[in-house]
């Protein structure tokens, strides 16, 4: 199933309590078609840069099979720039700098070839961009949605409006608990289904993940790492990985969301073992699959 | 086998966004032994109480089999109490008042009986005392040991020796990284075993449990519960559906320490359903065994 993905490209420069990269190539966007072209050589990008987007970044994007034709590159622009910085326990982070440029003024244009895509991921922008994309599709067989606290207190009533739209919402705990305004989790996930999507996705980083619908619950642990060099754009790489795998399995059910949960959770693992989006792009079926059989025996217990 | 468990007896006072008790049971040897009287009838209980200790507990604690010779009761003497507050999101607590009283000159003395026992729990209680108790001992099978952050820092040089006597060390997240002075908890776990406890487990609260040997790593996840009523002692009842399960199973290896994770954590999720050891009185296999169908259920994908 053709994928589409809408959401940010950008340049981040990060620091941890180890190292520092400048102007590395980030964005939702970013992590999440590169997560996905593991698993599908069908993806559509849209989002927006400025004109000092480095050519090898393009390169690497469509040297991962991504189509680029809707990525608007505006003239005489700046690229949407973030910095952060990671505290000595890489679980908490101070932003030190957005700038968001060219991606300001992103009014998300979904091209003619783009518009019968089927699985859709919307990353995390405003809600009403969001639903503009929806508008410009034609038959969309399930739409996954990223969103933020941002977003949950600034434009509650757009996002409430487009959550009646989303088949699979991925939002961390914290969100979840803002969106639903409940401490428990499982409470606070059984709110949201209330407000639309039919399935939702907690992420808890290190933690792991929950998947809910009305009818399964299913509970993922984090890959166990010695070593986190960086967790950017970790959440954005588990959604592509998720929706790479629903495309490359061609039917979506809980069984097969419950995988799909299994290999975002492996793509992320990958991620956050390299500095920015290093760690996805010398990866291999054999990799992933290996990754993938370790999640089993992490969890395995006999009867 | 047979189970000693040395630890405190206790009279909480918990106060919860939603309700409050008073002076209801309470201590680490009370919930491990209640949690471990659900697999096993030869659990020997040492621990001290004053002469105000309600005669109903005692009766509690024997109609559940729970051996009480080596119950120290102070003529005089005045039982140990604490009183906390747990915050809204139930995951965090203020202790209010800790009064030591009898418990503050324990000297756990191990009656002739329990000498041979062959599970030894050893709850949180200094390390000096922890050492004495299994000095006591004519030929443990495997030591479970507890401990604290109060402990790691103040009794680091007499904890260090202890472990090293330890065949599994049972510890929060947070005193895992306090006890290896690493923010990464899979690395403080590797830290920690090459202090000496042949094994470890590391409890998450809502986030479940790892547990890591040299040889296999294992991850559990918490029960996803929509209702927590009381926290406290969940982490004792854990320990305590350990080594139950173990003592059933009459054989220790890494296979059925795993399914000893899965059962303390069923037993653990029954003792926050309700205030107090309430949660542990009225089980049985059944519902014991349909939570734990239900851990398997809560992880499965297919292949």
Known sequence: MSILVVGSLGLDTIETPFSKVEEALGGSAV????????FSQDINLVGVVGEDFPEKYI????????????????????????????????NSRE???TELNVFKDFNPIIPENYRDSKLIVLGNIDP?????????????????????N????????ALRQ????????VVSDSE?????????????????LQMGPKKLVIKKGEH???????????????????????????????????????????????????KAVIYGSVLASFCVEKFSVDGLIDLDEAKIKNRFNQFRKLIYFED
């Open 31 to 38: 992590y999440i078609s590169l997560a996905a072209s593991y």
């Open 150 to 157: 941002y977003w949950i207190e600034r434009k509650n009533e």
């Open 128 to 148: 009403e961009l969001q639903m503009n994309v929806l508008n410009q599709l034609n038959n969309p067989e399930f739409i996954i949605c990223d969103t933020m």
């Open 95 to 97: 932003t030190l700098l």
């Open 162 to 169: 487009l959550l009646k739209m989303v088949d699979l919402l």
């Open 59 to 90: 390169q690497l994007l469509s040297g991962r099979k991504i189509d680029l034709e809707g990525l608007q590159i505006i003239k005489g622009g700046k690229t949407f720039r973030w910095s952060g910085k990671y505290l000595y326990d890489m």
């Open 208 to 258: 792991g993940a929950f998947l809910l619908t009305n009818d399964t619950i299913f509970v993922a642990p984090a890959f166990p790492l010695e070593d986190i060099i960086d967790p950017t754009g970790a959440g954005d790489t588990f959604a592509g990985g998720m929706v790479g795998y629903l495309s490359r399995a061609n039917t979506i059910s809980d069984e097969e969301l419950k």
């Open 176 to 192: 979840a608990r803002l969106l639903a305004n409940h401490p428990n989790l499982i409470r606070a996930a059984k709110i949201i």
